[in-house]
């Protein structure tokens, strides 16, 4: 069975930065794309950024691009999106996700098969 499981969140001011980190365990994960996603409460789970299982391809979600950088440690079944910038907006759960289906990178929630736990993310002065 495979587990996700984020760590890394917490509450950082307004232009602060913080690095969450995703780790596989159960099954190596380096044919799967990755994702990110985030939630805030009475509202769906939002595409953040994507990296492919090869050539690390990226994508990222508009509001995020220039702050936010997604990579991955294959070698060590890991994801990780570094958080720059951050804005009260940012606010949020996040959760880590892979995806078996590498032909493309996926921004629907409903392509990934494994997910974390989530992890809070609080933006605040």
């Known amino acids: 069975q495979v587990q996700l499981v984020e760590s890394g969140g917490g509450l950082v001011q307004p232009g602060g930065s913080l690095r969450l980190s995703c780790a596989a365990s159960?099954?190596?994960?380096?044919?799967?794309?990755w994702g990110w996603f985030r939630q805030t409460p009475g509202k769906e789970r939002e595409f953040v950024a994507a990296?492919?299982?090869?050539?690390?391809?990226?994508s990222y979600t508009d509001s995020v691009k220039g702050r936010f950088t997604i990579s991955r440690d294959n070698a060590k079944n890991t994801v990780v999106l570094q958080m720059n910038s951050l804005k009260v907006e940012d606010t949020a759960v996040y959760y880590c996700?892979?995806?078996?289906?590498?032909?493309?990178?996926?921004?629907?929630?409903?392509?990934?098969?494994?997910w974390g736990q989530g992890t809070q993310v609080t933006v605040s002065s």
């Open positions: 159960g099954r190596t994960l380096r044919r799967y794309n």
């Open positions: 990296i492919a299982s090869v050539f690390g391809l990226t």
């Open positions: 996700a892979a995806d078996p289906n590498t032909d493309s990178l996926g921004r629907s929630p409903a392509r990934y098969d494994y």
